[in-house]
């Protein structure tokens, strides 16, 4: 019996520098089945659209444009907007992981990554902000 994909429910914010890694990260997204609610470039840029689009999950980068790094755009809308942040990155030195692991982050995946890969990162994510804010209803 062959197993139905499940519908995926979701919105997603991808916040991604390189444009032509936005891009891929942007169709592997949607081929899941999730909404993208936008792609931002900076940390800035991905505060704002985390403001206007209300995302269940944002997936950050670390090395973003501008003069906010992902790591303070994480930290930034965990607090203000309790959304939950994977690290989508390159880097994985351990300087950079403990500043990541202070935004209490819902997941790290270091790039090259497949679609497996974010998609259990994403449904984790989901999962995981559900059941905390059941705790605190």
């Given at each position: 019996?062959?197993?139905?994909?499940?519908?995926?429910?979701?919105?997603?914010?991808?916040?991604?520098?390189?444009?032509?890694?936005?891009?891929?990260?942007?169709?592997?997204?949607?081929?899941?089945?999730y909404?993208?609610?936008?792609?931002?470039?900076?940390?800035?840029?991905?505060?704002?659209?985390?403001?206007?689009?209300?995302?269940?999950?944002?997936?950050?980068?670390?090395?973003?444009?501008?003069?906010?790094?992902?790591?303070?755009?994480?930290?930034?809308?965990?607090?203000?907007?309790?959304?939950?942040?994977?690290?989508?990155?390159?880097?994985?030195?351990?300087?950079?992981?403990e500043?990541?692991?202070?935004?209490?982050?819902?997941?790290?995946?270091?790039?090259?990554?497949?679609?497996?890969?974010?998609?259990?990162?994403?449904?984790?994510?989901?999962?995981?902000h559900?059941?905390?804010?059941?705790?605190?209803?």
């Open positions: 019996m062959a197993e139905e994909r499940k519908k995926a429910e979701g919105r997603i914010l991808i916040v991604e520098d390189e444009h032509i890694v936005a891009m891929g990260i942007k169709k592997m997204v949607k081929s899941l089945g909404t993208v609610t936008g792609v931002a470039s900076s940390g800035e840029d991905a505060i704002s659209k985390a403001e206007s689009t209300f995302p269940d999950v944002v997936l950050m980068d670390i090395m973003l444009k501008g003069n906010m790094d992902g790591v303070e755009a994480a930290g930034e809308i965990r607090e203000r907007f309790d959304v939950p942040v994977v690290y989508l990155t390159a880097y994985s030195d351990n300087k950079i992981l500043r990541a692991k202070k935004t209490e982050p819902f997941g790290y995946i270091v790039k090259p990554f497949d679609e497996k890969d974010l998609h259990s990162s994403i449904e984790i994510a989901l999962h995981r559900r059941k905390e804010k059941e705790k605190t209803e």
